[in-house]
């Protein structure tokens, strides 16, 4: 979205923040205008009239959205914008600032490294988790042969006592065999 607008001299005006000493302190909105090598930023507080010549460009805020201008003798003095379309003011493309111009908009369309290295954990995060679950039969076949066997022993045995505490558990299998032979007979006469 471009804040900016034309005004009656045929200037373009891009909306502003700006601290300065000559606004009387504190930050105050306004508008930005660029003709003949001056950068003019008018607020309620005053004008600043600085020279293309005594600029840095740097990007910050949010994302790298914010244009920020600052003057080389009082880096304090501060114009800022969210509007990047002041990087083609035509003044701004014949002045000495091209190679500023050119590392701020290259900036400007990165991608920040805090957040490609969230990504990249993410991603890696993600791939590993996948990973376990295609490969979990033997992961779990590994740590189970890891196991030893002492350890299954006495674990099995402290789970029977457990069942056998809550339920009947057979022990004579040999006469529950007699009957389940009983019953199956039964069942085959009366077919």
């Known amino acids: 979205m471009s804040d900016s607008?034309?005004?009656?001299?045929?200037?373009?005006?891009h909306q502003a923040l700006g601290t300065?000493?000559?606004?009387?302190?504190?930050?105050?909105?306004g508008k930005v205008t660029i003709s003949g090598g001056i950068v003019r930023f008018e607020a309620a507080g005053g004008v600043v009239e600085w020279r293309l010549e005594d600029i840095r460009l740097s990007l910050g805020g949010h994302d790298n959205k914010q244009?920020?201008?600052?003057?080389?003798d009082n880096p304090k003095a501060t114009l800022s914008t969210s509007d990047l379309s002041l990087l083609d003011e035509p003044a701004f493309q014949h002045s000495s600032l091209r190679e500023q111009i050119a590392r701020t908009r290259k900036l400007s369309k990165t991608i920040p490294?805090?957040?490609?290295?969230?990504?990249?954990?993410?991603?890696?995060l993600l791939l590993g988790l996948i990973a376990?679950?295609?490969?979990?039969?033997?992961?779990?076949?590994s740590l189970a042969n890891k196991v030893p066997?002492?350890?299954?022993?006495?674990?099995?045995?402290?789970?029977?006592?457990n069942i056998s505490s809550?339920?009947?558990?057979?022990?004579n299998t040999a006469a529950y065999a007699a009957q389940i032979q009983a019953i199956t007979n039964a069942r085959a006469q009366s077919v």
């Open 5 to 13: 607008t034309v005004s009656g001299g045929g200037q373009k005006s």
């Open 20 to 29: 300065a000493p000559e606004l009387g302190g504190g930050l105050q909105p």
């Open 67 to 72: 244009l920020f201008l600052t003057r080389a």
């Open 113 to 124: 490294r805090g957040l490609m290295g969230c990504g990249l954990f993410l991603l890696l």
């Open 132 to 141: 376990m679950i295609v490969r979990r039969d033997q992961i779990v076949e």
């Open 149 to 161: 066997i002492e350890w299954e022993i006495e674990f099995g045995q402290k789970i029977l006592q």
């Open 166 to 171: 809550t339920e009947k558990v057979l022990t």
